[in-house]
């Protein structure tokens, strides 16, 4: 019988014994720390091509995942995005005001289509949800009540007077 080559055996190894795998390599990485960093370097440094490969394999993964999974990858985006942008709480707080708002937005009052987390800038505070139109509105007028009142005052004036 020849003998194993060491990745042959290791592989074999890590299938026979997968949670003592998992535990010697944790105490490896343990006591030496940095080690696989630079392990990875070397390896991505000596081998670019099959990174590149590798890369492009787990991208094709990726997008047969999205598109059997839509509904599950919509969610988890915007969650990700949610707690990007306006921290941890942010996810937990869109779904409790989605459900306070019945999923209309909190300012024209249609079904939300896009909704956005509307918060103040200074301030950070999260208000509550609007379409992305209606967000991006506030955003144009950069959040000046007066600057908007007098938008009122003037569509107001001008939707009264015969043509």
């Known amino acids: 019988m020849a003998s194993l080559s060491s990745a042959e055996y290791n592989r074999r190894y890590k299938l026979k014994h997968p949670n003592a795998w998992r535990d010697n390599s944790r105490r490896y990485r343990l006591q030496h720390p940095g080690r696989d960093a630079a392990t990875s370097r070397r390896y991505r440094k000596n081998h670019p091509d099959r990174v ?12 047969l995942w999205q598109k059997e999974n839509p509904v599950l990858w919509k969610k988890l985006t915007r969650e990700a995005s949610l707690r990007a942008y306006h921290g941890k709480d942010a996810v937990e707080y869109f779904e409790k005001q989605n ?65």
């Open 52 to 63: 590149v490969e590798t890369l492009k394999r787990s991208r094709k993964k990726q997008l």
């Open 99 to 163: 459900k306070r708002q019945h999923s209309l937005c909190a300012i024209c009052m249609e079904p939300m289509r896009k909704p956005c987390l509307d918060h103040n800038h200074k301030t950070d505070r999260k208000r509550g949800i609007l379409c992305d139109l209606c967000n991006r509105g506030i955003g144009f007028f950069k959040e000046n009540t007066k600057s908007l009142q007098r938008a009122v005052e003037y569509l107001r004036k001008w939707n009264t007077k015969q043509l």
